[in-house]
């Protein structure tokens, strides 16, 4: 089991937004038959089964084991991943592009910035699961607390000017076997979590 799955297939995302799809898919977190899981989330088996079907189908959960249970085959099942995470790929009309508007101090271009992230990235483990590789990546995440919209805005110019330091530094564009990177570097307020949220 995957800790987090990338969906890319439409079809995929819309069986797995449904909610009782959704809450089966968390359940499965451990593996359960149709009939345990009916018992947790109060629905007759054989409805269970029909959504468990449409999941199983689109590749987001798997067969552990079958087992004879009296007079019938009791199949037991787990999701695929703890957590699924839909790309922007699964819109491909509509998903976000940064090219369309590249303001840097829009929210939406950053909107737009974690879009292809999430796109490139899920492209990525795809490929790497199936050649049986893993995926070099590295992510920074902090949060800092500025005393003033003045140091906010200094600290971003002070961030680009040693990204871009950087970035010179080690580029090579004629390197022989070199290997493009993109390099995403994002500063937003942080949402404040409440006993509610």
Do not use: C
């Amino acid at each position: 089991m995957f800790e987090v799955a990338v969906i890319e297939d439409p079809a995929a995302a819309e069986v797995s937004l449904d909610p009782v799809r959704a809450r089966l898919l968390a359940e499965l977190a451990e593996p359960a038959s149709a009939t345990m899981l009916a018992a947790r989330v109060g629905l007759a088996r054989q409805k269970v089964n029909y959504h468990l079907r449409a999941l199983e189908r689109h590749g987001l959960i798997e067969l552990v084991e079958e087992r004879r249970k009296g007079n019938v085959n009791e199949r037991v099942l787990r999701a695929t991943a703890t957590s699924y995470v839909i790309s922007p790929a699964a819109l491909a009309a509509v998903q976000p592009d940064p090219a369309r508007s590249p303001d840097q101090l829009s929210a939406r271009w950053l909107l737009a910035l974690a879009g292809r992230l999430v796109r490139d990235v899920g492209a990525l483990i795809t490929g790497a699961a199936k050649a049986g590789k893993r995926v070099a990546t590295f992510a920074v995440d902090g949060e800092v607390r500025f005393a003033s919209a003045a140091d906010r805005a200094a600290f971003a110019e002070e961030l680009a000017g040693a990204v871009t330091t950087l970035v010179a530094k080690y580029h090579d564009e004629k390197a022989a076997g070199g290997r493009s990177h993109r390099i995403v570097v994002a500063l937003h307020p942080s949402i404040k979590k409440t006993e509610d949220s």
